[in-house]
Structure formats: structure tokens, C-alpha cells
């Protein structure tokens, strides 16, 4: 268990076990559902102790945890304000695996939800208390939660400057600008994902994170408690919290994975008229941006920040800096933090799965299938993402940074390439990814 003055991490077998395990046990560093004749519970709930905080009026709550197919997750929280415990607010049922949405409740005393974040609008919260529910429709597989996490907003908060010194971190740089044209608007938190988790080898696309923590409530991919959820299944450990840039310094000076909730204004203007902070030098206005830190840089007597800014044009033009003292004035406090993939974790994910793909009379047309050999049509309505990229001879350091076509699913369930694709030999490879994240893969040889 890690608490310091404004965060709290529960995380190993000693630390839940100081919380109320009902009809849950622990297993493996984890919270797993209770076994009865060697058959798993349908549901259960572990509960945190309480936990003292500074005054505050914030909380961001995170929890990783592996879901397989037919099992589900539900985070909640409740805080103590002015002597009066509020009610349980939910964070939403999570797994990749069903249509995940969080609430939008209306500002109310003592405390209320929006997304991933409890505010509360009078008075102060001093404690919190945090609880998982747990359940499957398979009686043979258990969800599993390996950490819970709490972090505040203080109501009175001193930040503490940053002294950073050069410091650079190799992660790869995502632009969401040039990425399936129905997700990209909202695709801050994603593309900042992707540089964070395939710095360690993951190779995920955006538009699979994307999908897998897309929240159907409102925020769509802004909601960043399913952005660490998400990175927790895939292994990692991640969650939110609230720091000041010195605390933000020192995560990177031992090389970890940052990400800055930031909000500005590009230009003098738009600044004046929404009353954001400027950012100089910045792409184009970004409200609930979320940036991947890559380090800091001096150059004589000014700091820089050296990031990778979604909304440039290109992933080459996302490795950006600002200074350090503009982005520290748009930075929103809050951050997301990743760090390595732990083995044998991450089994339950969201993965990619090779399939074949059949030649249709249509010139251009393939169909997906199985590996028994039958056709596997896309839905009429696909949801998700057809993507498709061409083998240029060229190394990229990731799969996502290849350059990619999209597509819609055809009304005969198959996928109908682009004629600006056809017209020399070419090898292809076919992105279908799923609203759960996962995805298959196909490769054709097309001849001119």
C-alpha cells in the first residue's frame, strides 16, 4: 500500500487484506471472486478502509483489473463531507468487452460524478472510501483486481515548482489528426496512451485503445479512469493523480510513463475569448487534451517540456516542446501515470487475431475468414474501425506508424479497398478492430 498526502494506492495480497472482502477472496496480489465446489460466484465486492485526505474537492479513483469475456468490473466511491458520508457513486460497469458508460450527474450537494472525476461544490471532503463489485456470467472464470487507487485535488494546495534538468524519455509520437477520421476529434487520451504503453513494447493503434475505452456516456474518449482501466488490462499499472510539477519532475527522472491533463488556447485570441491559458507555439486549441510527457530539455536559462502534442499534423511534427513555464500554466493538475507491463498479467485483453481474407468477384473486394475456412462477414452496422496499410518498405519503429487508409465495412460484410490501392502490386494488411479493441488482421497481395 502507497499513500502519500493526496494519493492513495491498495495494491497486493497484505494490502486488501486490510479492507471487507464479501464474497470475494484474494489470490495472486489480487481480488478475485469466491469459489464454491470449484465454481466461481456470480458476483462480489471488496471495500476499502477509509481513508484520511487533506480537505479537498476532487477525487479521480482508479482500479486495474483483468476481465475476461463475461465478466465485469464496477468502481465506486463515496466521500465525507462536513461530517455527512454521500452516497456511493459509480464509475461505471468496465470491461472492453460490453458498451462501458459513466455517469454525468448534475452538480448536487455533498457530492457528485461527472465521468471520472467526484466533485464536490461546497464545503470540504476530509475522507474517502473506495469499493469494487466484482461479477461474471461464467461460473468457471472470475474477474481479477490487482490495484485501487484514490487521488485528490487539495482545497488548499501549495504546488511546488519544478527544477528539472535535461531528462528524455523514447516514446513514440501518435497525431490523432491523421487517424480513423469518426474517432480522431476526441482522440487525445488514446493517442497519449499509445505513446505510453507501446514505449514498452505493447504495439497497440490508437483506434484500438480508442475503441476499448470508449465511454458511451458522454465523454466518449475522454473519460481517463477507463484510460488507466484499460492499461491495467493490458498488465500495466496505472492510475491517476493529482501532482504538482515537482512531482510530475521526479516521475520522469525515474522514467516513467506521464501523461498532463491540459487545457489552452492556441493563439491570443481564442485565449481572450475563452479564457483558457496561451500556449505558445501549440497546434490548435485543446481543452481536456491529454499530452505524453517526454522529458525535460534546458537551453541556457528556459526550461522546455518536450512532449508529444496530438494535434499536430503528423506524428514527425508530434514530438513538440513548450516551454516548461506556458505548459505548467495550461496544465489542468491531474496526470496519468503507466508503468511496465507485469509478466503474466494482461492475459484477458483485447488482442489481434490473423484471419484470412478471401477474394470476392468484385475487383478490390475481400471477406474475412475463420480459420476453419468459412466466411466471417463484418456486421451490417460495424462499429468499429477498418484500416487499412500498405507495405512501403519502409521500418517503422511501431505498427501505428504506418500510414493507414479507412474504409467502411461493405453491405456484403466484406471489405471493398480503395481504387487508389489497386493500381500496382502491393502488399496489404487489414485492421478490423472491434468496439472491444479487438481486431483482425488480414493480409492480401494485390497485382495492377
Same mark, same amino acid.
Given at each position: 500500500?502507497?499513500?502519500?498526502?493526496?494519493? @492513495?494506492?491498495?495494491?497486493?495480497?497484505?494490502?486488501?487484506?486490510?479492507?471487507?472482502?464479501?464474497?470475494?477472496?484474494?489470490?495472486?496480489?489480487?481480488?478475485?471472486?469466491?469459489?464454491?465446489?470449484?465454481?466461481?460466484?456470480? @458476483?462480489?465486492?471488496?471495500?476499502?478502509?477509509?481513508?484520511?485526505?487533506?480537505?479537498?474537492?476532487?477525487?479521480? %479513483? /482508479?482500479?486495474?483489473? +483483468?476481465?475476461?469475456?463475461?465478466?465485469?468490473?464496477?468502481?465506486?466511491?463515496?466521500?465525507? *463531507? #462536513?461530517?455527512?458520508?454521500?452516497?456511493? %457513486?459509480?464509475?461505471?460497469?468496465? /470491461?472492453?468487452?460490453?458498451?462501458?458508460?459513466?455517469?454525468?450527474?448534475?452538480?448536487?450537494?455533498?457530492?457528485?460524478?461527472?465521468?471520472?472525476?467526484?466533485?464536490?461544490?461546497?464545503?470540504?471532503?476530509?475522507?474517502?472510501?473506495?469499493?469494487?463489485?466484482? @461479477?461474471?456470467?461464467?461460473?468457471?472464470?472470475?474477474?481479477?483486481?490487482?490495484?485501487?487507487?484514490?487521488? *485528490?485535488?487539495?482545497?488548499?494546495?501549495?504546488?511546488?515548482?519544478?527544477?528539472?534538468?535535461?531528462?528524455?524519455?523514447?516514446?513514440?509520437?501518435?497525431?490523432?489528426?491523421?487517424?480513423?477520421?469518426?474517432?480522431?476529434?476526441?482522440?487525445?487520451?488514446?493517442?497519449?496512451?499509445? /505513446?505510453?504503453?507501446?514505449?514498452?513494447?505493447?504495439?497497440?493503434?490508437?483506434?484500438?485503445?480508442?475503441?476499448?475505452?470508449?465511454?458511451?456516456?458522454?465523454?466518449?474518449?475522454?473519460?481517463?479512469?477507463?484510460?488507466?482501466?484499460?492499461?491495467?488490462?493490458?498488465?500495466?499499472?496505472?492510475?491517476?493523480?493529482?501532482?504538482?510539477?515537482?512531482?510530475?519532475?521526479?516521475?520522469? =527522472?525515474?522514467? +516513467?510513463?506521464?501523461?498532463?491533463?491540459?487545457?489552452?488556447? &492556441?493563439?491570443?485570441?481564442?485565449?481572450?475569448?475563452?479564457?483558457?491559458?496561451?500556449?505558445?507555439?501549440?497546434?490548435?486549441?485543446?481543452?481536456?487534451?491529454? %499530452?505524453?510527457?517526454?522529458?525535460?530539455?534546458?537551453?541556457?536559462?528556459?526550461?522546455?517540456?518536450?512532449?508529444? #502534442? /496530438?494535434?499536430?499534423?503528423?506524428?514527425? +511534427?508530434?514530438?513538440?516542446?513548450?516551454?516548461?513555464?506556458?505548459?505548467? =500554466?495550461?496544465?489542468?493538475?491531474?496526470?496519468?501515470?503507466?508503468?511496465?507491463?507485469?509478466?503474466?498479467?494482461?492475459?484477458?485483453?483485447?488482442?489481434?487475431?490473423?484471419?484470412?481474407?478471401?477474394?470476392?468477384?468484385?475487383?478490390?473486394?475481400? %471477406?474475412?475468414?475463420?480459420?476453419?475456412?468459412?466466411?466471417?462477414?463484418?456486421?451490417?452496422?460495424?462499429?468499429?474501425?477498418?484500416?487499412? &496499410?500498405?507495405?512501403?518498405?519502409?521500418?517503422?519503429?511501431?505498427?501505428?506508424?504506418?500510414?493507414?487508409?479507412?474504409?467502411?465495412?461493405?453491405?456484403?460484410?466484406?471489405?471493398?479497398?480503395?481504387?487508389?490501392?489497386?493500381?500496382?502490386? =502491393? =502488399?496489404?494488411?487489414?485492421?478490423?478492430?472491434?468496439?472491444?479493441?479487438?481486431?483482425?488482421?488480414?493480409?492480401?497481395?494485390?497485382?495492377?
Amino acid at each position: 500500500m502507497q499513500n502519500a498526502k493526496n494519493g @492513495y494506492i491498495l495494491a497486493g495480497t497484505e494490502a486488501f487484506t486490510r479492507g471487507e472482502l464479501d464474497n470475494v477472496a484474494l489470490a495472486e496480489n489480487a481480488v478475485c471472486l469466491e469459489q464454491t465446489a470449484g465454481r466461481y460466484v456470480l @458476483y462480489g465486492c471488496y471495500t476499502s478502509p477509509v481513508i484520511a485526505f487533506p480537505p479537498f474537492t476532487e477525487l479521480a %479513483m /482508479s482500479w486495474n483489473a +483483468e476481465t475476461p469475456q463475461g465478466t465485469v468490473v464496477e468502481a465506486q466511491a463515496r466521500v465525507l *463531507v #462536513d461530517g455527512a458520508w454521500s452516497g456511493w %457513486m459509480s464509475f461505471g460497469k468496465w /470491461s472492453p468487452y460490453l458498451s462501458r458508460a459513466s455517469a454525468c450527474q448534475p452538480p448536487a450537494a455533498p457530492a457528485y460524478l461527472q465521468g471520472d472525476t467526484v466533485h464536490v461544490p461546497q464545503g470540504r471532503a476530509i475522507q474517502a472510501q473506495l469499493r469494487i463489485y466484482l @461479477y461474471t456470467d461464467d461460473e468457471r472464470q472470475t474477474p481479477s483486481v490487482r490495484l485501487l487507487a484514490a487521488s *485528490v485535488r487539495p482545497a488548499e494546495w501549495a504546488q511546488e515548482p519544478a527544477a528539472p534538468y535535461g531528462r528524455l524519455l523514447r516514446l513514440p509520437a501518435y497525431s490523432q489528426q491523421v487517424r480513423d477520421p469518426a474517432l480522431r476529434q476526441g482522440m487525445s487520451a488514446a493517442a497519449a496512451l499509445a /505513446s505510453l504503453v507501446n514505449r514498452w513494447g505493447q504495439d497497440a493503434l490508437p483506434e484500438e485503445l480508442a475503441h476499448a475505452m470508449f465511454d458511451h456516456g458522454g465523454p466518449g474518449c475522454h473519460n481517463h479512469a477507463f484510460a488507466a482501466a484499460l492499461a491495467g488490462a493490458y498488465g500495466y499499472e496505472a492510475y491517476l493523480a493529482y501532482l504538482d510539477p515537482a512531482a510530475v519532475w521526479n516521475h520522469v =527522472k525515474l522514467g +516513467e510513463s506521464v501523461a498532463l491533463a491540459v487545457h489552452y488556447a &492556441a493563439t491570443p485570441e481564442d485565449a481572450q475569448a475563452t479564457g483558457l491559458p496561451l500556449l505558445p507555439g501549440a497546434f490548435a486549441n485543446g481543452e481536456n487534451q491529454l %499530452m505524453a510527457l517526454r522529458g525535460f530539455e534546458l537551453a541556457g536559462d528556459t526550461a522546455f517540456a518536450l512532449v508529444n #502534442d /496530438s494535434l499536430a499534423p503528423s506524428d514527425r +511534427e508530434a514530438e513538440h516542446r513548450y516551454k516548461a513555464d506556458d505548459l505548467w =500554466k495550461a496544465y489542468s493538475g491531474r496526470a496519468l501515470l503507466v508503468r511496465g507491463r507485469h509478466k503474466e498479467q494482461g492475459a484477458g485483453s483485447p488482442g489481434r487475431r490473423h484471419a484470412a481474407l478471401r477474394p470476392l468477384p468484385q475487383v478490390g473486394a475481400y %471477406m474475412f475468414q475463420t480459420e476453419g475456412g468459412e466466411d466471417q462477414p463484418l456486421p451490417a452496422e460495424f462499429a468499429g474501425t477498418i484500416a487499412c &496499410a500498405v507495405q512501403d518498405g519502409t521500418a517503422h519503429a511501431t505498427t501505428a506508424h504506418k500510414h493507414f487508409c479507412y474504409v467502411q465495412a461493405a453491405a456484403d460484410g466484406g471489405v471493398h479497398l480503395p481504387p487508389e490501392l489497386l493500381g500496382e502490386s =502491393k =502488399k496489404i494488411t487489414v485492421y478490423a478492430i472491434w468496439p472491444s479493441g479487438c481486431t483482425l488482421v488480414g493480409e492480401v497481395n494485390t497485382s495492377g
